[in-house]
């Protein structure tokens, strides 16, 4: 018998709906080429959006995590 294991990587971030709009304001002035739709997150998904921006701006996973983290920090300061 052959046992499969998958392991399913868990984001290194938790954003809440609360503070999104925040670090999204910092990705778009960091980014200005991404879009309102590109943007789209919800609770709960982000490992999904860490990809989905690692593929938009073309940079590795590690760097994406850094990058929200960042922005996480001080929420309140526009700077990322």
Known sequence: ???FYIFVTMAEISISNKDWPRVKI???RKYNHLTDDE?????GQEDNLISKLADLVK???TYIVFTL???LVNIDNNRL
């Open 1 to 3: 018998m052959h046992f």
């Open 26 to 28: 910092k990705l778009k």
């Open 39 to 43: 943007l789209q997150y919800t609770e």
């Open 59 to 61: 940079r590795d996973r």
């Open 69 to 71: 983290q960042k922005a």
